[in-house]
């Protein structure tokens, strides 16, 4: 299904994320605090990391707009730069950090999923990879990673559905062993706890 026809989708890069940080950084707590990443987000975090965005190199937003209000958002940078500690994990698999771009996370609207903005994001993130040169030349790979759940776990929600079949379906595969860690506070916790993320590719 083709992106909702009332929705914009623009690329910003630069001092051209500023001005969408603290829409970008609500609109991530509110989308985040659902299942799987039950994120209780700091929105001076979330400004934090976004503002970093404006001057890492090659880095991208893509915003999603209806009307003046952002409804999605998903971020991208190259690897090396956005998740350095990511880097050693690479290496160990015998790929080389500086030739892959890392699509950060998404965030949509329940208003908004299933018209076609999931594509659009990573469309815009890729064709942005192609686009940039890293220290070893062009990228060669896009990766990002997703929460590890239990199938178990009672806080799933009944009748939910892992994006998987969606990533595979757009090329991307499940690189077994290639897990990192990323660290937060969830919703009802009291304090943070280490969770474990599996990294999916693919070949540019």
Same mark, same amino acid.
């Given at each position: 299904?083709?992106?909702?026809?009332?929705?914009?989708?623009?690329?910003?890069?630069?001092?051209?994320?500023?001005?969408?940080?603290?829409? *970008?950084?609500?609109? &991530?707590?509110?989308?985040f605090?659902?299942?799987?990443?039950? %994120?209780?987000? +700091?929105?001076?975090y979330? =400004? @934090? %990391?976004?503002?970093?965005?404006?001057?890492? $190199?090659?880095?991208?937003?893509v915003a999603?707009?209806?009307?003046?209000?952002?409804?999605?958002?998903a971020?991208?940078?190259?690897?090396?730069?956005?998740?350095?500690?990511?880097? *050693?994990? /690479?290496?160990?698999?015998g790929?080389?950090? #500086?030739?892959? /771009? %890392?699509?950060?996370?998404?965030?949509?609207?329940?208003?908004? &999923?299933?018209?076609?903005?999931?594509?659009?994001f990573f #469309?815009?993130?890729?064709?942005?990879?192609?686009?940039?040169? !890293?220290?070893? !030349?062009?990228?060669?790979? *896009?990766? /990002?990673?997703?929460? *590890? &759940?239990? #199938?178990?776990? +009672?806080?799933?929600p009944?009748?939910?559905?892992?994006?998987?079949a969606f990533?595979? $379906?757009?090329? %991307?595969?499940?690189?077994?062993?290639?897990?990192?860690?990323? @660290?937060?506070?969830?919703?009802?916790? =009291?304090?943070? @706890?280490?969770?474990?993320?599996?990294?999916w590719?693919?070949?540019?």
């Amino acid at each position: 299904m083709p992106p909702d026809a009332t929705v914009r989708i623009e690329d910003l890069t630069g001092s051209a994320i500023l001005p969408a940080v603290g829409d *970008v950084a609500r609109l &991530r707590i509110e989308v985040f605090c659902e299942w799987p990443y039950l %994120y209780d987000g +700091s929105l001076d975090y979330e =400004r @934090t %990391y976004l503002a970093g965005l404006s001057t890492a $190199k090659d880095a991208l937003i893509v915003a999603a707009w209806d009307g003046t209000r952002i409804v999605g958002a998903a971020t991208a940078a190259p690897l090396a730069g956005h998740t350095s500690e990511f880097a *050693v994990l /690479f290496r160990a698999h015998g790929l080389d950090p #500086d030739r892959i /771009f %890392y699509c950060g996370e998404s965030v949509l609207l329940p208003a908004y &999923r299933g018209s076609g903005l999931g594509h659009a994001f990573f #469309d815009r993130r890729e064709a942005h990879a192609r686009r940039c040169t !890293g220290p070893a !030349g062009a990228f060669t790979h *896009v990766a /990002f990673c997703a929460v *590890v &759940r239990a #199938d178990e776990d +009672s806080r799933r929600p009944p009748g939910y559905r892992p994006l998987d079949a969606f990533w595979s $379906k757009r090329g %991307y595969r499940h690189v077994a062993g290639l897990l990192g860690s990323y @660290t937060w506070k969830e919703m009802g916790a =009291r304090a943070e @706890t280490e969770k474990s993320m599996q990294f999916w590719m693919k070949p540019l």
